[in-house]
């Protein structure tokens, strides 16, 4: 029974402030969200992943590791959406990959792996996270745009964040007080507001086409955990790193998929993509507790 009780601590904070979100984009359709995404993306984030990377004692090794395995997760992940989309028929491949090999590990992962292993499984679950805000500005923009610019990756706060941090890790060097004081409020600011700014964002993507939806969301909610427990058999993982890696790659496509596509692809992609995201993420509220239960069972 105690194992509930831990899984229900950890589920309840992220979908009650997820709901708090949708409960205002409901009564408030215009309310104005670009001050989130702008924080998040220029301050929250880099701060989230500083504090979580450098002050929570996790080593250079783990963050190098998991950095790592969660490429290889990515890899297979492509390996599952390509002969996805083809059974499909998208024409577009290319462009509707990103939400099937891009999941949601920082609005929805980091909380929930925060909040079932605590400052330990925070850090680690930084470390996946730092890859995938890395590849949604490379690799995302790349296959929502068909052309690479490294422009993009250059204007881009959190890729310093995650240079720094590793830089900072490497050399086991300890940050001031007043800097891991400072990161951490703005880590749980940037956590309230992303999960609250998913909320909102529900209210406003729509489904068009449900069963290409369907499809790719059991090609991420499904065959994802299910790469991530290949993965942590295979290289023989275990403790609370190995729960932090299931978890993380069993999380449902990333808001930041319908950003990056709202800008560079079209309006068909973009529509494509805002339905993967809306129906893998309604999958994840009877997904995630399942997974959430097996990691804390076996990996803790």
């Known amino acids: 029974m105690e194992i509930y009780f831990k899984l229900f601590e950890v589920l309840f904070p992220v979908f009650f402030v997820v709901g708090i979100g949708y409960y205002l ?5 215009k309310i104005d969200t670009s001050f989130i995404t702008n924080f998040a993306a220029n301050i929250g984030t880099p701060a989230m992943i500083i504090f979580a990377v450098t002050s929570t004692g996790i080593t250079f090794d783990i963050f190098k590791d998991y950095f790592w395995y969660y490429l290889l997760a990515i890899f297979c992940f492509a390996l599952v959406g390509i002969p996805t989309l083809f059974f499909l028929k998208t024409k577009d491949i290319i462009r509707e990959l990103p939400p099937l090999i891009l999941p949601n590990t920082g609005n929805m992962g980091v909380p929930i792996c925060l909040f079932a292993y605590g400052s330990e499984g925070l850090g680690v679950s930084a470390s996946i996270t730092s890859l995938i805000i890395l590849f949604h500005f490379t690799l995302g923009v790349f296959l929502a745009d068909r052309k690479f610019n490294l422009n993009v990756i250059f204007k881009n706060p959190p890729f310093y964040a995650i240079i720094f941090s590793a830089i900072i890790l490497y050399l086991n060097i300890d940050l001031p007080t007043f800097v891991i004081n400072t990161t951490e409020w703005l880590m749980y600011a940037t956590i309230f507001l992303i999960l609250m700014s998913l ?28 790469i991530g427990v290949v993965i942590i058999f295979y290289f023989d993982l275990s403790g609370f790193a190995a729960g932090v890696l299931l978890i993380q790659c069993s999380m449902p496509s990333a808001v930041l998929n319908y950003l990056v596509a709202s800008i560079y692809s079209p309006k068909k992609i973009v529509d494509s993509v805002a339905s993967t995201i ?11 507790p399942i997974v959430v239960y097996f990691a804390l069972r076996y990996f803790s």
């Not at 984009?25 to 359709?29: A, M, T």
């Open 25 to 29: 984009g409901k009564n408030n359709p």
């Open 199 to 226: 909320g909102i964002a529900l209210t406003r993507l729509k489904v068009f086409s449900l069963l290409n939806a369907l499809v790719s969301s059991f090609s991420r909610m499904i065959l994802g955990p299910i």
């Open 278 to 288: 809306v129906v893998s993420t309604l999958m994840s509220f009877i997904t995630l």
